[in-house]
Each structure stands twice: as C-alpha cells, then as structure tokens.
C-alpha cells in the first residue's frame, strides 16, 4: 500500500497545480493513467484568458468585465461568486505561468499578447501561437520536475474509497506491470478531465472517456450539471480534431455551401465570435437546411488571412490540415462541422473544489464548480484548471492539517482485496457482446440523440437504448486475460461508468424543458427561468441516477436574454 | 527473426480486396519470448484510416492482447510514435493512403526495450530529459506582472516549443544506441529552448553542464533526429546552435 497525505489523480493542468500548490505544504503525490505531459490539456490551442489589458483595444478589460462575459456566456446558469473569484484570480494565475517560463506570444513591447475570443468584450486571451496547451502543459511539467513531487504514471483509478464518511483513497492499476495497488491518502483531488468519449463526434482524446468520473459517481459521489455539453463549432470532418476558435478571433469566416458568411443571420453583431453554443447550432441549422455541403459540413475559411498570419498565429491548425486532410488552409477552405468538446458539468464541488465528502476534491474539466454554468467561453478552460487546481491543492493541504483522523487502513485493504476480485471477475467476462462495439453504440446514441437539438421523443429513445446498453453490458467478452498491458481490459472496465454516465446526461436533458446555453430543446425553444434556474444534481442510486436541484448563486447580473 | 507470419487474422466484416490492408506487426512479450515475431492482420480500408485506427481495429474487434499507447489521436499528446514501414511516425497522423498499397509494417520504436508489442520503455529517454532541468532558472524576483520578452527573442525558442516529446529523435539516434550516458537529440533541443530563452538567467551553468562527452560534444551530426522527427523539427541545428555558443565561451570567456 502507497501512503500520502494528498494524492492528486490526473496529469493535466489542473492536476499539475493541484500537486504543486499542495505539495508546498503537504506530501503530495500524482498519480496520471498517462504521462503528464501526454495530458489532454496539451491539445488545447487557442489561448487562456485573463484581463491583462495588454492588447490595443483591451485597454478598458476588468476582471468584472471578463466576468460579466463569462456569466452571460453561460446563459446564467454559472454560480456568479465562482466566476467573479476565477477572473479575480485569472491575471495573478497566467502571470505565474509566464513566471514559470510559459512561451506565450508577445506583443512588440514584450508584453502577453491577447487575442479576440467568442463572447468576450475584449481580446483577453492569452495565447502561444495555437499550442497553448502544449507549451503550458509542458511548462508546468518542469514546475512539476523542478519541485520533486513524487509521480505515479500510467495508473488508471479503478475505485475510490469512501468509509466513514470520509475519503480514505483509491485502488488503481498500473497498465504496463497489471499490478493493482491501494493508494492512501487523507484528500483526494480527481483533475482527471472531460468525458468527451461519450460521443462518437469528439474533439477529445481517446483516453477522454470520463472515467474516473463514472468512479466517482459510483462512489456516490453527487454529480453537477452534466447535461450542458458544449459542442465546439469548428472540428474537421472525419477526425473531429478541433480547428481552434482562434481560427476565428484571427479573423476566419464561416461560410456555407451558397457562399455566404451565414452567422450574419445569427448574430449579426459578433458574427463568427458568437459563443460557441450559438455558432454551433448556426452550423447545424445551415447544414440540417441544406445550405452545407454534401456529407454534412461548412467551410472555415482562412485564406484571406493570408499566408504570413497563418504560419505565425495558426500554425497547428496548418499542420493538423495538412496531415489529416491534405489540404493547405492558405490556399482552401477547411470542411468542419461541430463536435462534443467539453463537459460544462462534473463532481459538484464548491469554491475550493471540496466535494459533499471531506477529504475528496476535484478540479478542472472533471468538476462542476460551476464556473461555466450552460455554456463555457473558450480561453475560460485552461482559466480554470490554474484557478481551481490551485484552490483545491491549498483547500486539500488545509484539510490535512486539521482533519484530525487517520487513513482507515483496514477499509483501504479490504477494498483492496474487493476491486480484485471485482476486476479478476470482469477479465474473465466471456460473454457475446463486443464491449466495443457497444460503446460505438452508446456513441452513436449520444451524438445522435443528445447532441446539438434535442427533444423528447429523442432524448426518449437515447434513455431506452442507454438501458438496453446497460444490459447488454453485463455479457461483454474480454479477449485477453491478463493483467500485465491489458488495454482490452482497462478500456473496456470503464464502459460501464461510460453508459451510467451516460445515461445522467440524457435524463438530465429530458428533464429540463427548456433551452439553455448548449442545452436547446426543440420542444422547449425558450429559456425558463422560473422553472429550471436552477442546477442539477445527480447521485447513483439503485434503479439508476437520482436528481436533485441546487440554487445558482447570483451576485451581480440578474438573467437577462442573451443577444450578440 | 520472424516466425508465426503465415497466419492472417481477417476483420468480421467481408470486404473485397480492395476494401482491406493488411498490417504486418511485430509481436513480443519479453515475459514470454526470447525473440519478436511478426503477425499480419486484414483490416478494413476507409477513407482518413490511419495506422492507429488499425491498431485500434485489431485491438477491439481481433486480438485484444495487441499492446500500444495512443491518446489525443491529433499528434500533439506524442504517445504515439513507432516505426513505421521502416521510418519512426507517430501512428496518429500516418494516414494509410499515403503508404502505398503494400502490407504496412508496424514496429516499435528502435533501440529502447520492448515493454510489449509496440510499447517501449521510455524511462531513459525521460530521465535524459530531466537531467537537463527542463524549467526557467530565473536569476531576479519575479515581477508583479510578466517579464518582458519582444517578439524576436520569442521567436528565438519557437521551433524547441513545439517538441511533443515523443522520443521519435532518441530512438533514431545512433549515438543513443553506443552510449547510456548521452543526453540525446531531444534533452539537448530543449536544453538550447532554455538556453536561447531571453529570461532564463542560467545559462552559462546550462552551458557548463551540457559542454561535455555526455552532451553536445557527443553529437556526431549524423541527422537521424531531424529526419525522424515528426513536427519537422531540427535537435542537430540545436545541437549546433549549443556547441558554437559553448565554443566561443570557451574562447573568449563569455557565451
């Protein structure tokens, strides 16, 4: 058995300044099913923001201003303190970045160069041509190496242990040796990123399936908002790799199979910089009304950016192009549509990232603060993952000084011999069904059903085959039946936390009947404050998720309609 | 070398000839082997398949034993990288159409040891990376707000940026492959991404640690990394950029 005080799950930037904001006080341990630096933050592309107020006409950006955005981003569904206490905090934390060697682009006076997003008042994102991600995730890496914090790589958390009321740790395996090993800890912080993998449309990595948060949740853990899904305008077709929004704060057009540049029939002010909800539904409606082209997609054109800003500013999105579709955006319009991009809901935490259970926290994609509320801002990720991974590492440290008890170990090593036995039970799984192909199902299910519009009479479809699924679940076959490098085994283990995780998006969007941020029901076209400001919260039970409510918590901007 | 070649697993789904490919992999199990073999699987074409689809392919639908990494598909994550029909690629963005209609064959990266099949066991190249101390050694207090860095000096560390660390350049180093102590093609591009840095304020102790048999001086220019690398990017004008720096310091005290 492992023993920390705070274990951090998830190599990602959240995790990363999780580990290295609780490991300043408290010995801290990572513990990432993959390499910290092949975290999916590393894809992100086009910038974080913050209201540094560097770039020409971002001179009068204010932390209320970027606040005021992010609150109406997210169609007033974000809890407003949150979004005040992230934007507060959004200049110190990107200063630090920088501080640590983060390569971000210049301005001529050597400053951090902003860029426009959608939604923003003013170019707030900070950027690095569009490989933000990756040269941040990089940089806080060596942070990482620099401090010493002890690592466990390539473990994927099969369970997390919850006695007495309290977090106790997690069992977890490791993928190259097959060893599963109980990791004690006094706090828990889960930074393990979105669930994109619930759609067969996904911006995301492979490895985003949810789940260690379907391990949450089957811990018992409450779960936030999950039916917001944001769907990112721009994805290239086939792949469904993102084309960052940066395409379009550089000045990109949409433009549809007539030529024309459609978003002026859908916010004829902000045009392409529209929040990604409404750009994405705008997509949608000219593709689902014929004005796309043949096999369901819209161009996004760069070129006349011309050739100089697109090598300097987009050159990623070039690269991506020209590998996945062999074509050069300098000289062609890039086929996209929208894919899933983001989980705006995750474990329900507060604003320290403390969940319902002491001692279990949770930052990043994977909670709920909510920050988001129905819909993020891009440039507001990266944001928060720094903002709260450094809140949950303190509020984690703070805890192990106070809470007074122990680790229960005898708890840890029966749960220990359980996961054992549960796991050595699913490798011998022979039953008939490809697991798969059955999350190929769940996939095609989730994007159709419970994508961009939905309804009803869908959303009732999805609910029943998410059942079916369910049951079939139960009689999948696992080829190989060892433990040592067994993706077959650590892959297909997650499917069910994939369909219970699943099935909480899809009733949850049954049951809000109205339309909000990325939630758009046809059936229910209009936002209803009266009967649905409020947030959902789900918790296992034995039939399936049980809902709760939880109030949003407004400060300053009272709902308004959204207009751009 | 190779045995077991003769068997061909073919996908579920019947397709004619041209509908498939076949991908020729080397299979090994170190706990198990003594030597590697080759296994051929038919799978099926499409258009935009690439080899991680078809390693994905044989994964779910033929032999879930097949060991690999693999996670954000859009060759930036770097887990990815192996040998492909002769030349390191990251499987993610090798798209099937360009290799030809020919068997692919699929092996793991040279040089490091083989965990199994097409996983390698990446811990020297890790470890190489850390002992170059991949992070800013500032030498004044932070400022309140960002430290100034004007465009050119920006552009000076823009290619070492882009490194996704997917050792595609360390395992197609000959100098790697004669000596354990080497930092590598990958370690020194970075640690030049630090030294060109205009804000880092160690670099005359970088230099000092990189200016040896163990480092820049090891380099015999033979270019492996940069043919290997998939992001086009240059170690050996790195690695140059270093030795002269390292030279004149020499000559003249001062880098």
Avoid at chain 1, 10 to 22: C, N, S, Y
Avoid at chain 1, 213 to 232: N, P, R, T, W
Avoid at chain 1, 425 to 432: E, K, Q, T
Avoid at chain 2, 7 to 26: F, N, P, S
């Amino acid at each position: 058995m492992k023993r920390h005080d705070i274990l951090v799950v998830g190599g990602g930037m959240a995790g990363l300044r999780a580990a290295i904001e609780a490991s300043q006080s408290a010995d801290t341990a990572l513990l990432t099913r993959l390499h910290p630096v092949r975290a999916h933050s590393g894809a992100a592309q086009g910038g974080i923001n913050a209201p540094l107020a560097n770039a020409e006409g971002g001179k009068n950006d204010t932390p209320e201003m970027h606040a005021y955005d992010t609150v109406k981003g997210s169609d007033f569904l974000a809890d407003q303190d949150a979004v005040e206490l992230m934007c507060q905090e959004a200049a110190p934390c990107v200063y630090e970045l920088e501080h640590w060697g983060t390569p971000f682009s210049r301005l001529p006076d050597g400053r951090i160069a902003q860029r426009p997003f959608g939604g923003a008042g003013f170019p707030r994102t900070c950027y690095a041509a569009d490989v933000t991600g990756h040269v941040i995730l990089i940089t806080m890496h060596g942070e990482l190496l620099r401090r010493g914090v002890t690592t466990y790589e390539e473990w994927q958390v099969t369970r997390l242990v919850i006695e007495g009321g309290r977090c106790q740790g997690v069992i977890a395996l490791h993928v190259p040796s097959g060893e599963l090993e109980a990791f004690a800890a006094r706090a828990v912080i889960f930074a393990t990123g979105g669930a994109g993998r619930l759609y067969s449309r996904s911006t995301n990595a492979l490895h985003s399936t949810g789940g260690a948060l379907g391990v949450a949740y089957a811990a018992g853990i409450g779960i936030k908002d999950m039916e917001f899904v944001q769907f990112h305008p721009t994805t290239i077709i086939g792949t469904n790799i993102l084309m960052s929004e940066a395409c379009r704060g550089e000045g990109g057009y949409l433009v549809n199979r007539l030529g024309e540049r459609f978003m002026q029939r859908y916010a004829p002010k902000a045009m392409e910089l529209a929040p990604r909800d409404i750009v994405s539904r705008s997509i949608q409606t000219e593709i689902d009304e014929g004005r796309g082209f043949e096999g369901g997609f819209v161009h996004l054109d760069l070129r006349h950016l011309g050739k100089a800003k697109i090598m300097e500013r987009l050159p990623g999105i070039r690269d991506i192009c020209q590998h996945f579709l062999g074509i050069d955006p300098i000289d062609t319009p890039i086929p996209i549509q929208p894919g899933q991009h983001y989980a705006m809901g995750g474990i329900d935490t507060d604003n320290d990232g403390a969940s319902e259970i002491p001692g279990f926290y949770a930052a990043g994609e994977v909670a709920c603060v909510s920050v988001h509320g129905a819909n993020r801002l891009g440039g507001n990720s990266l944001l928060e993952t720094v903002v709260f991974g450094k809140r949950a590492g303190a509020a984690a440290a703070q805890h192990v000084k106070t809470a007074g008890a122990g680790v229960d170990i005898p708890a840890m090593e029966r749960a220990l011999a359980e996961e054992r036995g549960r796991l050595q039970a699913f490798l011998n799984s022979s039953g008939p069904e490809n697991p798969a192909g059955l999350r190929d199902e769940l996939q095609r299910t989730m994007t159709d059903q419970v994508g961009i519009f939905r309804s009803r009479e869908g959303l009732e479809a999805a609910v029943r085959k998410i059942a079916e699924l369910k049951q079939r679940a139960a009689r999948i076959n696992i080829m190989f039946k060892e433990w040592r490098f067994n993706l077959d085994l650590v892959n297909h283990s997650e499917l069910p936390l994939m369909i219970e995780l699943a099935e909480v998006v899809a009733q949850g969007a049954l049951r809000r009947e109205e339309s909000r941020g990325s939630h758009s029901r046809r059936d229910f076209p209009k936002r209803d404050d009266d009967r649905f400001l409020w947030h959902t919260v789900a918790h296992r039970g034995r039939e399936g998720p049980v809902f709760a409510r939880k109030p949003v918590r407004i400060t300053k901007w009272k709902p308004e309609e959204r207009k751009y | 070398m190779e045995t077991g070649g003769a068997e061909v697993l073919k996908g579920a789904v019947d397709m004619a000839d041209a509908g498939t490919m076949r991908l020729r992999i080397q299979r090994f199990d170190p706990s198990k082997e003594a030597v590697p073999h080759f296994q051929t699987f038919e799978v099926p074409r499409r258009p935009g398949l690439t080899v991680l689809d078809g390693l994905f392919y044989i994964l779910e639908r033929l032999d879930g034993s097949l060991a690999f990494r693999y996670s954000c598909r859009s060759a930036i994550c770097g887990s990815c990288a192996m040998t492909i029909n002769g030349a390191p690629r990251l499987a993610c963005q090798t798209l099937v159409e360009g290799l030809g209609r020919g068997e692919i064959a699929v092996k793991p990266l040279p040089h490091l040891t083989v965990e199994r099949d097409l996983a390698v066991d990446l811990r020297p190249f890790f470890a190489a990376y850390e002992r170059i101390r991949p992070y800013l050694l500032a030498t004044s207090a932070a400022p309140a707000k960002e430290r100034l860095q004007g465009p050119a000096e920006r552009r000076a560390i823009d290619e070492m940026t882009m490194c996704i660390l997917c050792a595609s350049c360390y395992a197609s180093c000959q100098v790697v492959w004669t000596s354990e102590e080497y930092l590598g093609p990958q370690a020194l591009l970075m640690a030049n991404r630090f030294v060109q840095d205009s804000r880092d304020g160690a670099k005359e102790e970088r230099l000092d640690h990189l200016a040896n048999e163990e480092g820049i001086w090891r380099c015999h220019t033979m270019f492996n990394c940069v043919v290997a690398c998939p992001k086009n990017l240059n170690p050996t004008w790195s690695i140059q950029q270093l030795k002269r720096r390292a030279a004149k310091r020499r000559l003249t005290g001062r880098s």
